[in-house]
């Protein structure tokens, strides 16, 4: 029995060749055919050099189950969530490694409703059946057919806004080479037809698993350049990047300015209440204020998750929520079936621009004002949990409020802080956020206090 390292919290991710191949994908196939036994399930892939050839891999492993697939050919993961709670299907499969280097690839597993499948709900027994190889055989192959998924995608994105309310308006779009391109081509045609005033200016927009312009991560700061000097040279309202499989948007100001995560969930949440006050909005424990003074501002119900798209989505099922939104980027929509898009915030954030008349800038102005935060801070440390410990007893003699919803958040009223493990890397996160109005010291002040404490 060989043991397979590509199997992660959430998804399989793994090193080309070593810890992932069109063998491995085959059983993974295989295995999700066998202990889920769908009729019908979409795929798709993202514009990997490897990706196509492991969706064929995985396919052949469905058919051989007994599955039928719908290929939806070169896609965003957010297409397949869509194709797998839209049409008659009972769950759904992405090749991609979203933002991870060169020599990688992965696949994102969903069930019906696309509901996830991680390492507590069901990718574990996927493993263990791949490794083990005990397949049976079906009296009756599945079949593959073609199915072009974008049309639907394109209405059920306009449901979010109101095309005849959107002012006019300039809008960088950068793909990043990876599998956004063909959306936003889309859409544009789609306001062509409305006659909604949006004038788009692509870069790097063509669909290239060569990643000419670099692995498409905007969290790396250097990759940011390009979408920033672009909306200052075409004097754009917003700069809009992707990352490769496109599920998490990251926007820019009309300065050019990188908006950090955690004020557009403050954004989104603002869009969705202007439209339905009382809704829920849940939100992650890293960084809270801006977020539950957008909510309470705007007659809404905040409910607090632990970080990471499962728990997100089943704390959001659980409450009925409208939206979800972690500071690294990844919101949930409860008409989207709980699932990220990264292509709904941008267009809620043109809407929150449209609606307000005011300048993304000044939207966010405010509330990193009134709530500056460190933006995400990461160590490499020895051991996780006896630094938390440092760092918690460091602070007891100050009696912070504390929260361990995850990791553990230290609330000292003018400031605060979160620390947690990776979920998906050997690394300490940090993050610190304080109350201007309450607060004598700078943010730097903490940052550079606990860098010591957990480098000491």
């Known amino acids: 029995m060989t043991s397979l390292t590509c199997f992660k919290a959430y998804d399989i991710r793994g090193k080309l060749g070593t810890e992932l191949n069109e063998e491995i994908a085959y059983k993974v196939g295989r295995a999700y055919g066998q202990i889920y036994q769908p009729k019908t399930i979409v795929v798709g892939c993202d514009i990997r050099l490897s990706s196509e050839g492991l969706k064929q891999a995985t396919i052949r492993g469905l058919n051989d189950a007994g599955v039928n697939v719908l290929d939806l050919g070169m896609t965003g993961t957010e297409e397949v969530y869509f194709g797998a709670f839209h049409l008659d299907?009972?769950?759904?499969?992405?090749?991609?490694?979203?933002?991870?280097?060169?020599?990688?690839?992965g696949m994102k597993l969903v069930r019906e409703n696309a509901r996830p499948i991680s390492a507590d709900?069901?990718?574990?027994?996927?493993?263990?059946?791949?490794?083990?190889?005990?397949?049976?055989?079906?009296?009756?192959?599945?079949?593959?057919?073609?199915?072009?998924?974008?049309?639907?995608?394109?209405?059920?994105?306009?449901?979010?806004?109101?095309?005849?309310?959107?002012?006019?308006?300039?809008?960088?779009?950068?793909?990043?080479?990876?599998?956004?391109?063909?959306?936003?081509?889309a859409i544009e045609e789609k306001f062509k037809a409305l006659n909604v005033p949006l004038e788009f200016i692509k870069i790097h927009h063509e669909a290239d698993g060569n990643f000419p312009n670099g692995i498409p991560n905007p969290l790396l700061v250097e990759n940011r350049d390009s979408t920033r000097q672009a909306v200052i040279q075409h004097g754009a309202d917003m700069g809009i990047a992707w990352d490769?499989?496109?599920?998490?948007?990251?926007?820019?100001?009309?300065?050019?300015?990188?908006?950090?995560?955690?004020?557009?969930?403050?954004?989104?949440?603002?869009?969705?209440?202007?439209?339905?006050?009382?809704?829920?909005?849940?939100?992650?424990?890293?960084?809270?204020?801006?977020?539950?003074?957008?909510?309470?501002?705007?007659?809404?119900?905040?409910?607090?998750?632990?970080?990471?798209?499962?728990?997100?989505?089943?704390?959001?099922?659980?409450?009925?929520?409208?939206?979800?939104?972690?500071?690294?980027?990844?919101?949930?929509?409860?008409?989207?079936?709980?699932?990220?898009?990264?292509?709904?915030?941008?267009?809620?954030?043109?809407?929150?621009?449209?609606?307000?008349?005011?300048?993304?800038?000044?939207?966010?102005?405010?509330?990193?004002?009134?709530?500056?935060?460190?933006?995400?801070?990461?160590?490499?440390?020895?051991?996780?949990?006896?630094?938390?410990?440092?760092?918690?007893?460091?602070?007891?003699?100050?009696?912070?409020?504390?929260?361990?919803?995850?990791?553990?958040?230290?609330?000292?009223?003018?400031?605060?802080?979160?620390v947690r493990s990776s979920n998906t890397e050997p690394l300490l996160r940090l993050n610190i956020e304080s109350q201007s109005g309450k607060n004598p010291q700078p943010i730097q002040y903490y940052v550079d206090e606990l860098t010591q404490l957990i480098e000491a």
């Not at 299907?89 to 060169?102: D, F, K, L, R, Y």
């Open 89 to 105: 299907v009972q769950g759904g499969i992405e090749i991609t490694a979203s933002h991870n280097p060169m020599d990688y690839n």
């Open 121 to 185: 709900t069901g990718l574990k027994e996927i493993q263990a059946l791949a490794e083990s190889n005990q397949f049976t055989e079906v009296a009756t192959k599945g079949t593959t057919q073609k199915y072009n998924i974008l049309p639907e995608f394109i209405e059920h994105l306009m449901t979010y806004i109101d095309p005849a309310k959107i002012s006019p308006m300039k809008l960088v779009v950068n793909a990043g080479n990876g599998a956004a391109g063909h959306v936003i081509d």
């Open 244 to 418: 490769g499989d496109f599920d998490r948007c990251f926007l820019f100001d009309e300065k050019g300015q990188f908006i950090e995560g955690y004020y557009i969930v403050g954004l989104l949440a603002q869009a969705f209440l202007l439209k339905q006050s009382g809704e829920k909005i849940v939100h992650d424990p890293r960084l809270v204020w801006n977020t539950l003074d957008i909510v309470e501002q705007y007659q809404g119900t905040t409910v607090q998750s632990k970080s990471g798209h499962a728990f997100i989505k089943d704390v959001m099922r659980e409450h009925n929520a409208v939206y979800g939104g972690e500071m690294s980027a990844h919101h949930y929509f409860r008409d989207f079936s709980y699932c990220d898009s990264g292509m709904i915030p941008w267009l809620l954030a043109v809407s929150v621009l449209s609606e307000t008349g005011k300048s993304l800038s000044s939207l966010v102005e405010d509330m990193i004002e009134k709530f500056p935060c460190s933006g995400e801070i990461n160590f490499k440390v020895k051991d996780s949990q006896s630094t938390i410990q440092k760092i918690f007893d460091h602070y007891a003699a100050q009696n912070p409020e504390i929260d361990k919803t995850d990791g553990v958040s230290l609330d000292f009223g003018a400031w605060r802080l979160n």
